[in-house]
């Protein structure tokens, strides 16, 4: 015997398995600390941020070296705390760095071209020979330039060093962390979107017990709750997909412009230091070539062609309703025109229906079958159009229920393909980093 199965009882068990899927995220976005606000030192103006500046901004001016400095009692470092440090506040901690470094670099690159303009002039003096006072004097300003591009050599070597200790002790763990947490994320998602896979497909051998009862309110309410949500997911898989790249892309554009080492050399010709590859280039060039090997497009249309399928549902049901609409308009109308007529023949109905006219033998039209002729056509009208609801409802159901049937599956099978793909090419990613972190060390 076939198993008999109630539709509602599949879709709540369905919706179950949408929030355990849901769940899963939870964790990444802790990491990302996607509920929050952030402050970013381009943004300043904005308002209603968590404001880490007081913190993060101390960086700017802040030294590694003061670091053996004995702090106050009771007052404690947060800086030097790296459990203190989230993804948003190491990004935050790089900008700041970056800026320091831009501006330095600016700095040094004038006192650099002034040096080089200032000792050719001392050659030259020398060349020419010159009073000794005079070279005497300009050798004094070289000496002073020379001074000062020492120093700020040396403070941007500094800073350079402190940009590297975050890249590769606060930033690439933090991005260790949410491959993993990715991973993880995307292998949940893929046993429950197999597991809803699997309850649908089990429904072709099964007779969905399916309810004739008329559209409700809340029916169609929910309907409309369910078309919204499955385009916000679609729009949110979206934004999902094409941040996490553009964020992976800019992270790995930065990566190829840090890793090239600044000229710091005043001998214009001289050779220059070889390029290093740190761990993160690693792992950002080859998160890069997982996110273009995934099939984003093919999972955007399954979802975006399920959404199509609930409108198409909804003007359905649509059509039931304004054809309820119309039956109780008619009904209205009916119950006025019996009610009318109830009471017109209850004052007339001692008169005589036809009386003959003695210049015209012929008699006149009947009031009361001329009245009940209208009453009985609405009557009729009213029956038709129950009737023609009745078998909407069930074409309603029967086609809702045939659409469901035959796009849930397809549904189901592109998103776990996709997570299932997703979690394996995650996983490898993160094993891929941990093995080259060992052949490192």
């Given at each position: 015997?076939?198993?008999?199965?109630?539709?509602?009882?599949?879709?709540?068990r369905?919706?179950?398995?949408?929030?355990?899927?849901?769940?899963?995220?939870?964790?990444?976005?802790?990491?990302?600390?996607?509920?929050?606000?952030?402050?970013?030192?381009?943004?300043?103006?904005?308002?209603?941020?968590?404001?880490?500046?007081?913190?993060?901004?101390?960086?700017?001016?802040?030294?590694?070296?003061?670091?053996?400095?004995?702090?106050?009692?009771?007052?404690?470092?947060?800086?030097?705390?790296?459990?203190?440090?989230?993804?948003?506040?190491?990004?935050?901690?790089?900008?700041?760095?970056?800026?320091?470094l831009?501006?330095?670099v600016?700095?040094?690159?004038?006192?650099?071209?002034?040096?080089?303009?200032?000792?050719?002039?001392?050659?030259?003096?020398?060349?020419?020979?010159?009073?000794?006072?005079?070279?005497?004097?300009?050798?004094s300003?070289?000496?002073?330039l020379?001074?000062?591009?020492?120093?700020?050599?040396?403070t941007?070597?500094?800073?350079?060093?402190?940009?590297?200790?975050?890249?590769?002790?606060?930033?690439?763990p933090?991005?260790?962390e949410?491959?993993?947490?990715l991973?993880?994320?995307?292998?949940?998602?893929?046993?429950q979107?197999?597991?809803?896979?699997?309850?649908?497909?089990?429904?072709?051998?099964?007779?969905?017990?399916?309810?004739?009862r008329?559209?409700?309110?809340?029916?169609?309410?929910?309907?409309?709750?369910?078309?919204?949500?499955?385009?916000?997911?679609?729009?949110?898989?979206?934004?999902?997909?094409?941040?996490?790249?553009?964020?992976?892309?800019?992270l790995?554009?930065?990566?190829?412009?840090?890793?090239?080492?600044?000229?710091?050399?005043?001998?214009?010709?001289?050779?220059?230091?070889?390029?290093?590859?740190p761990?993160?280039?690693?792992?950002?060039?080859?998160?890069?070539?997982i996110?273009?090997?995934?099939?984003?497009?093919?999972?955007?249309?399954?979802?975006?062609?399920?959404?199509?399928?609930v409108?198409?549902?909804?003007?359905?049901?649509?059509?039931?309703?304004?054809?309820?609409?119309?039956?109780?308009?008619?009904?209205?109308?009916?119950?006025?025109?019996?009610?009318?007529?109830?009471?017109?023949?209850?004052?007339?109905?001692?008169?005589?229906?036809?009386?003959?006219?003695?210049?015209n033998?012929?008699?006149?039209?009947?009031?009361?079958?001329?009245?009940?002729?209208v009453?009985?056509?609405?009557?009729?009208?009213?029956?038709?159009?129950?009737?023609?609801?009745?078998t909407?409802?069930?074409?309603?159901?029967?086609?809702?229920?045939?659409?469901?049937?035959?796009?849930?599956?397809?549904?189901?099978?592109?998103?776990?393909?996709?997570?299932?793909?997703?979690?394996?090419?995650?996983?490898?990613?993160?094993?891929?980093a941990?093995?080259?972190?060992?052949?490192?060390?």
């Amino acid at each position: 015997m076939v198993p008999q199965t109630r539709l509602g009882d599949i879709l709540r068990r369905l919706d179950d398995h949408f929030l355990k899927a849901s769940q899963s995220a939870h964790e990444v976005s802790k990491l990302l600390e996607a509920a929050r606000m952030h402050y970013h030192s381009n943004f300043a103006e904005t308002r209603g941020f968590v404001d880490h500046s007081a913190r993060v901004m101390q960086v700017i001016t802040w030294n590694r070296s003061f670091k053996g400095i004995p702090q106050p009692e009771n007052v404690k470092n947060e800086l030097d705390d790296d459990e203190w440090e989230t993804h948003a506040t190491v990004l935050d901690k790089l900008l700041a760095w970056e800026k320091k470094l831009c501006h330095e670099v600016k700095e040094f690159e004038i006192i650099k071209v002034t040096y080089q303009r200032k000792l050719a002039v001392l050659n030259k003096k020398k060349q020419r020979g010159v009073s000794s006072s005079s070279i005497e004097k300009t050798k004094s300003i070289v000496s002073h330039l020379h001074t000062k591009y020492i120093v700020d050599l040396q403070t941007m070597e500094s800073t350079v060093a402190e940009i590297d200790r975050l890249r590769d002790q606060q930033l690439y763990p933090k991005l260790l962390e949410l491959v993993k947490g990715l991973s993880h994320m995307w292998d949940v998602m893929y046993t429950q979107h197999k597991a809803q896979l699997r309850i649908i497909t089990e429904l072709k051998a099964s007779d969905i017990s399916v309810s004739t009862r008329e559209t409700s309110e809340q029916h169609n309410e929910r309907t409309v709750q369910l078309w919204n949500i499955v385009q916000e997911w679609h729009v949110q898989f979206d934004r999902f997909m094409a941040y996490q790249k553009e964020y992976v892309g800019s992270l790995y554009s930065w990566i190829k412009l840090n890793v090239i080492p600044i000229d710091t050399n005043l001998k214009p010709n001289s050779s220059q230091p070889h390029e290093t590859t740190p761990p993160i280039k690693r792992l950002l060039h080859a998160w890069h070539d997982i996110l273009e090997k995934l099939p984003v497009d093919a999972t955007k249309r399954a979802i975006h062609t399920f959404a199509e399928v609930v409108h198409t549902i909804l003007v359905h049901q649509d059509e039931e309703l304004k054809l309820r609409m119309k039956i109780e308009e008619t009904r209205r109308d009916f119950e006025k025109k019996r009610r009318q007529f109830d009471d017109w023949a209850q004052k007339n109905w001692d008169r005589g229906a036809s009386i003959p006219d003695g210049d015209n033998p012929a008699p006149r039209a009947d009031p009361a079958a001329e009245r009940k002729a209208v009453v009985d056509k609405l009557e009729n009208a009213l029956k038709d159009l129950e009737d023609s609801y009745k078998t909407q409802c069930k074409v309603v159901r029967d086609k809702s229920l045939n659409l469901l049937r035959s796009n849930l599956p397809e549904l189901f099978r592109v998103v776990s393909e996709f997570s299932l793909q997703s979690a394996g090419y995650f996983k490898g990613l993160w094993s891929i980093a941990q093995t080259n972190d060992q052949l490192d060390d």
